[in-house]
Nanobody, 125 residues
């Protein structure tokens, strides 16, 4: 069974940091483009970052550039999203998703095949 599980969310103060993890079971993440998405209450889901299969290319939403870093650990079959300088507007449920593609570049606007259940990030003082 193919499964993605996010972890690492929590409640932090503005300016704090978190590292979200997206672990896969039943398939090898390195063969998939991975995207991180978030959905805040009352808002549409938005893509925040993606990493291509193999990790050669990354992409970030303008709103998170310079604060978010996506990376892979092949040995752990896990993709991470490091978030620095958290802001209240980063509060959302964060989801990772996998896309079966041969493309060298990743995109947050394409259809993703597998989704995790999400992890809550709350930024509040």
């Amino acid at each position: 069974q193919l499964q993605l599980v996010e972890s690492g969310g929590g409640m932090v103060q503005p300016g704090g940091s978190l590292r979200l993890s997206c672990a896969a079971s039943g398939f090898t993440l390195d063969y998939y483009a991975i995207g991180w998405f978030r959905q805040a209450p009352g808002k549409e889901r938005e893509g925040v970052s993606c990493i291509s299969r193999g990790g050669g290319s990354t992409n970030y939403a303008d709103s998170v550039k310079g604060r978010f870093t996506i990376s892979r650990d092949k040995s752990k079959n896990t993709v991470y999203l490091k978030i620095n300088n958290l802001k209240p507007e980063d509060t959302a449920v964060y989801y990772c998703a996998a896309r079966n593609t041969l493309q060298a570049m990743c995109s947050m606007t394409r259809v993703y095949d597998y989704w995790g259940q999400g992890t809550q990030v709350t930024v509040s003082s």
